[in-house]
Nanobody, 122 residues
Framework: HVQLVESGGGSVEAGGSLTLSCEIS????????MGWFRQAPGKEREGVGV???????SYTDSVKGRFTISKDDAKRTLSLQMDNLKPEDTGTYYC?????????????????GGQGTQVTVS
């Protein structure tokens, strides 16, 4: 079965940086498209971005220029580098398969995701 284990969250001040990691097992489509989504308290889940098999990335507007998704297919890991963090980035972050990648209609499959990792920006 699919197992996604997120780590790397923490508490930082605005303007700081964090790098999140996701270990992936039991999912054979990692080479095609994977992504991150987040959920802030009292808010809807939101797709953060996706990375395609060739390394191309897409992001939601609020994180463009600040967040970077990368992956290591051999190690089966996904990363999210977050720079210039803002209080509105606070939430629990999850990795999950990406869908409809390669265009503007990409989204992250909210039905997946592990236990998530908490990011708090003050």
């Amino acid at each position: 079965h699919v197992q996604l284990v997120e780590s790397g969250g923490g508490s930082v001040e605005a303007g700081g940086s964090l790098t999140l990691s996701c270990e992936i097992s039991g999912y054979t489509m990692i080479r095609y498209c994977m992504g991150w989504f987040r959920q802030a308290p009292g808010k809807e889940r939101e797709g953060v971005g996706v990375i395609e098999g060739d390394g191309s990335t897409s992001y939601t507007d609020s994180v463009k220029g600040r967040f970077t998704i990368s992956k290591d297919d051999a190690k089966r890991t996904l990363s999210l580098q977050m720079d210039n963090l803002k209080p509105e980035d606070t939430g629990t972050y999850y990795c999950a398969p990406g869908r409809a990648c390669g265009g503007s209609l990409w989204y992250v499959d909210f039905d997946y995701g592990g236990q998530g990792t908490q990011v708090t920006v003050s």
